[in-house]
Every structure is written in C-alpha cells, then in structure tokens.
C-alpha cells in the first residue's frame, strides 16, 4: 500500500513538473529554434535553384550561416537551448501522452520518444557546432553511417528498414499536410482568418518536409538495395536532386520554398501549438 501511494505521489509530481510553464515555454522555443533551422535550410536550397550554391542546405549550411553573422554565438546556444526544449517536450509526451485524441496510445507515445531522442542528437549537435567543434555535411554523414552499417552482418538490410522507415514517415508527414490532419494539434483561441492561414501554411510545409523525408528513404533503400553506400544521401544531397528531375531548377526551388513555408508554419506551432495539455 504505502509503496504504490508512494509510486502515485511520484507520478504526480511528474505529471505536475510537466505541466509547468517553464516546460510549456522550452516547447515554444524549441518549435521556434525549428523554424529557424528549416527557414535557413529551404533559404539556402533556394540559393542552390538559382545557382548560387555557396553552402549544403542542410544544418551545417544552417549553423555555418547562423555562426557567420554577428551575434551567431548567441544565436547558435539559443538554437540548442530551443531543441533542448524540443527534446524535453517529446520525452514528457512518452511519458503522459500527447495533448490530442487519443494521444495516450502506445505509438503515439513511441513516436513522441524517437522524436526526442533526434531532438537531442540535433541539440547535441549543435552544441559541439557551437564549442567549434565544426559540423559533418549531412551527404557525408550520410554516406559514412550507412557504409559502416553494411560492413556489419545483416547491415545491408537495417539501411534498407531505416530507408522504409524514413519513406513511411515521408509519407505519414505528407498525408497529415494533405489531410489538414495536423490542426488537431493546435489551439482554438485564434481568429478563423488566422487558422485559414496557418492551415494553408501547413499543407504546403507538411507536403514539402514529407516529400524530403521520403526522397531521403528512398536513397537510403537505393544504396542498400545496390549495396553502395555512395548512392545515400543526406539532406542537401537530396535537394539538390530534385534538380534533376523534369521540373529541373523549379522542383528544387518549389521544394525549397516548402521549407521555407514549413518554417513559418512552425513559428505559428510556436503561438498556437497545444502543448499545455497532458493526457494519460
């Protein structure tokens, strides 16, 4: 008996701890410090378009754009103290539940976890960027982890998992844009013109980040189906791909633009997002 009042006490404790205002404004941060990143990085394809593809547009080319202006230092912890947040918020997500129907249910929890767990890596990541310990190209990255995943037995077919896995989120993200699916998750205390205008912002964002995501999945599954890791790619890898496709300069610039409209969408999750809500 005393045990499981213990066990209660804890629980509530934590459930209270993560319902905190301090926790509710990391998450807003966090959501902001995202669009940063996804407006750099859709900026700097958009440059790529047009020919002028000085920087990968990816978080390298991000941060290195960040640390290049004057105040980037600054800039660049508050970019991790945000994903810091980010991270926090999906672990508080595994633990209680998402702030939406059904948000207790066991996937949507797994799914809150693995987003924390690549929140923090990013946080991470720029961390080190930040204490100069510089930043791998996401191509480079990507060709490294997946080359060295297939020197070990049975890693031919985790790269091809990982590549369906990256492919099903691609096209998860995409059916919730396309569906509008994603307005579950915001707040009602907005004037109908302002949700018109951030679900607008949404569709675009979502298709564009899901199509990225798939284009990712489906290098990652090409260079394990091939057995080259040469043939994966990262995220400016895959923009740049989109060049080469029959809309040329224009699918690239149009993807990129998506970015950049998920970005701004983003900064609307940042006012708007439900993130006060814990349900079990």
Known sequence: MTANVAGGDVQQAGREAAGSRWVHWLSRAGLAARGVIYLLVGSLAVQIGF?????????????????????????????AIGFAGLALWRYVEAAYGQPVPRGGKPTKRLLSLVLGVFYSAVCAGIVKFALGGGAQSSNQESKSVTAKAMAEPGGRWLVLAVGIGFAAVGAAIAVTGLSRKFAETLKSDMSPR?????????????????????????????????FDPGKARGLDGTLRAFAGTPGGRWALVAVAVGLVVFGVYSFGEARWRKVEAVRS
Not at 63 to 79: C, F, M, Y
Not at 196 to 220: D, K, N, Q, T, Y
């Open 51 to 79: 020919g002028d593809g000085g920087q990968e547009a990816d978080r390298k080319g991000a941060l290195e754009t960040v640390a290049g202006r004057p105040g980037g230092a600054v800039v660049l912890w508050l970019l």
């Open 194 to 226: 302002t949700r018109r205008v951030l679900e607008l912002i949404g569709l675009v964002g979502h298709s564009a980040r899901g199509l990225v995501f798939g284009a990712v999945g489906a290098f990652l599954a090409y260079a394990a189906i091939t």
